[in-house]
């Protein structure tokens, strides 16, 4: 029988090898959270372990290795604080219990020789496609293949991205609760196409993009690496923040604050926020 901790934005059962995360489905658990219901992480995609304790209420926090979340990858540290997965708020009379999670976890994480190194693959996985989701004036699905935009009364037909086509996904928050989507193409030399108008949750957005990398990191693994090349494992995603994550958010920030979906003091705030992380 797993051990369970049980706080007020959901419940930790540690299981042999893994923790099954179940979020409540109600507040206080944010609505990202709800939506995922659910989250299983195996101890090997664990990179490290805190725990701060509060005086009405503590939070039990999880580091993850960089690639072993398409979430945390796609997120690139936009996240805000109550929509984290990794976290867990404990009440003041089980904080004591909670640090004992984390010294035990800490103990695990450093019989993994591989803790502090990037997972060649995705270790967590959310809902899977077909997955949809309802725009200011439009839908975008996933069908595990193919993306597609579509205009409900534009009468203009719909746009369809074949997985093998792209290079990547980007997602930004806006920081109103609204996000956006942006498609990177191999074959174009314009190399991203911004969907602004695409606003919506983050509940719903940041599981689509998430969904799309771990399908991409499955064809690209699949790949024949090129004659004549050493073959190296192929690393499901880009570490959690990196430069290069933060410099194409910032480019997202920068076109949404054009086409007017973000303030001039929005961006100026998260461009602050971004560049502090470097």
Known sequence: ?????????????????????????????????RRLGELVVPERALAGVTFNAGRKEGVLRLKL???????????????????EPYRLV??????????????????????????????????????PPPL???GEDGHVSFDGRTITFGRSESGKPDKTFDLVALEGVDWTFSGWGTSS?????RDSRSTTMIFG??????????PFAAAVRVELARLRAAEPAPQGSTATPAIAGEPLVTAENILTTLRSLGELRDAGVLSEDEFQRKKTELLGRL
């Open 132 to 134: 949809t989701f309802e």
């Open 65 to 83: 290795r960089p690639g072993a979340c398409p979430f945390t990858d796609a997120a690139a540290g936009q996240l805000p604080e109550k929509a």
């Open 90 to 127: 404990v009440a003041r009379d089980k904080q004591e219990l909670a640090g004992y999670y984390a010294g035990y976890l800490r103990d695990r994480i450093a019989l993994n020789p591989d803790a502090d190194r990037p997972s060649p693959e995705y270790l967590v996985f959310g809902p």
């Open 181 to 185: 989507l942006r498609v990177r193409r």
């Open 1 to 33: 029988m797993d051990l369970e901790l049980v706080g007020t934005n959901g419940s930790w059962a540690f299981g042999a090898d893994a923790i099954r995360m179940q979020y409540l489905p109600k507040r206080p658990a944010h609505k990202l959270l």
């Open 197 to 206: 108008e695409w606003t919506q949750d983050i509940d719903t957005t940041l």
